[in-house]
């Protein structure tokens, strides 16, 4: 059974660097797991916000920014601002047969 | 600017079965895998299903392997998802969402709540 793992929490000052991880629980994260992230406030479907590792979906603020760290995918928020407190999705594709696999998600607080 | 519907969603008896509905508008539909994602309450994203875009051989998680069944209608730019068997576990907001370049989910539905209840 693939799990995938994410920091349950996270908190960040107002203006302040972030970078929430993406890994697993055997192996490493690559670019051949297509890993996207996910961003969702309470009440609301969720938005994209990077996908393919790095590529950052039409609209996303620049402070959003996605890579490959060691084994793990990152996403990073460079200059946190209040309305980034949400929750944070990331999911790899796995590949064998059809199959994606969520992280149980990073709560971010901003304050 | 692409947009899903979904709708269907209501209270269902354990063992019950329910049948949602994902309407597309505003992009080829027939061009595009979909697929199917839900979210219990209080807890995370999880993947459901996947459907190609001219149908083909369909995915399931483990967790709904055997009970839910996807499919799509492309004359009808719509998308579907049979729940039977119904357990309590299944009690979540179910999402349907464009597969799109890359692999990525984009764009979501805003959800029909699925509640299994005696």
């Known amino acids: 059974q693939t799990v995938v793992t994410q920091e349950p929490s996270f908190s960040v000052s107002p203006g302040g660097t972030v970078t929430l991880t993406c890994g697993l629980s055997?192996?490493?994260?690559?670019?051949?797991?297509?890993p996207s992230w996910y961003q969702q406030t309470p009440g609301q479907a969720p938005r994209t916000l990077i996908y393919s590792t790095d590529i950052r979906s039409s609209g996303v603020p620049d402070r959003f920014s996605g890579s490959i760290l060691g084994n793990k995918a990152a996403l990073t928020i460079t200059g946190a601002q209040a309305d980034d407190e949400s929750d944070y999705y990331c999911v790899l594709y796995m590949g064998s047969g059809i199959n994606w696999v969520f992280g149980g998600g990073t709560k971010l607080t901003v304050l | 600017e692409a947009q899903l519907v979904e709708s269907g969603g209501g209270l269902v008896q354990p063992g019950g079965s329910l049948r949602l509905s994902c309407a597309a508008s505003r992009f080829s539909f027939s061009s595009y895998e979909m697929t199917w994602l839900r979210q219990a309450p209080g807890k995370g994203l999880e993947w459901v299903s996947y459907?190609?875009?001219?149908?083909?051989?369909?995915y399931y998680a483990d967790s709904v392997k055997g009970r839910f069944t996807i499919s799509r209608d492309n004359a009808k730019n719509s998308l579907y998802l049979q729940m039977n068997s119904l357990r309590a576990e299944d009690t979540a907001v179910y999402y349907c969402a464009r597969v799109s370049s890359s692999l990525r989910f984009d764009p979501w539905g805003q959800g029909t709540q699925v509640t299994v209840s005696s």
């Open positions: 055997s192996g490493s994260v690559s670019t051949t797991y297509y």
């Open positions: 459907i190609g875009n001219s149908g083909g051989t369909p």
